[in-house]
């Protein structure tokens, strides 16, 4: 299936270490540019207008969840999901708690994903909103893993992914850190990855 990014929003801003080597942010940074959020209504009527089966990148690099975006633009972008049952669409956000706020009690279309990123122990409290929230797949991102997360309830996810930091600073996974992630998954009967996955596939989603 294809893969393209739907940059419906672009521009983001530092908010946990986990960020530190985001070259979409960093580029922008060393070069002086202004890369604060913006949401583009011109694109968002795109993936209507395809009738090839994509794989969307929800706003790679930046975050629909982050607070420039208004409630009414990602009611929006949810809005054109439902109508393009054709696609597959990935979320990925550190804004767990205002997700969970802005999507309380929405009805989640099927053909999308919500990947929460938990980098290390202090942020495994976006689990409990990613757990809570109405997504039909949903996905815990330990992207970059910069220790360890600890005894983690995974119940309800349906996939848990770790991968070294190959880009940007770099920086290496002890790993007992991943082994205790991977342990736990098993235990739990959840889908474990230390590589790329492709979700559409391996969810059997249709």
Avoid at 117 to 125: A, G, K, P, R, T
Wanted: with cysteine; hydrophobic share 35%; net charge negative.
């Amino acid at each position: 299936m294809v893969r393209k990014n739907w940059e419906i929003v672009t521009g983001c801003e530092r908010l946990t270490p986990g960020c530190d080597s985001c070259p979409s942010y960093w580029e922008y940074k060393e070069k002086g540019l202004d890369y604060s959020p913006v949401f583009n209504g011109d694109l968002l009527l795109e993936p209507t207008g395809n009738n090839i089966p994509t794989q969307y990148l929800v706003a790679l690099g930046s975050d629909l969840f982050h607070e420039a975006v208004k409630p009414e633009e990602i009611k929006a972008v949810f809005d054109v999901i439902r109508e393009s049952p054709q696609h597959w669409f990935e979320i990925a956000t550190k804004r767990a708690e205002r997700m969970y706020c802005l999507m309380k009690g929405v009805e989640w279309p099927i053909n999308v994903s919500l990947s929460v990123s938990i980098e290390s122990f202090e942020y495994l409290w976006r689990l409990e909103y990613l757990k809570a929230c109405g997504a039909k797949t949903k996905v815990v991102s330990c992207v970059p893993l910069l220790g360890r997360i600890g005894k983690a309830d995974f119940s309800g996810v349906h996939l848990v992914g770790v991968q070294e930091e190959d880009w940007g600073l770099k920086r290496p996974i002890q790993d007992e850190w991943a082994d205790e992630i991977e342990t736990q998954c098993k235990e739990q009967g959840i889908m474990f990855s230390n590589d790329e996955i492709d979700l559409y596939e391996n969810q059997g989603v249709a």
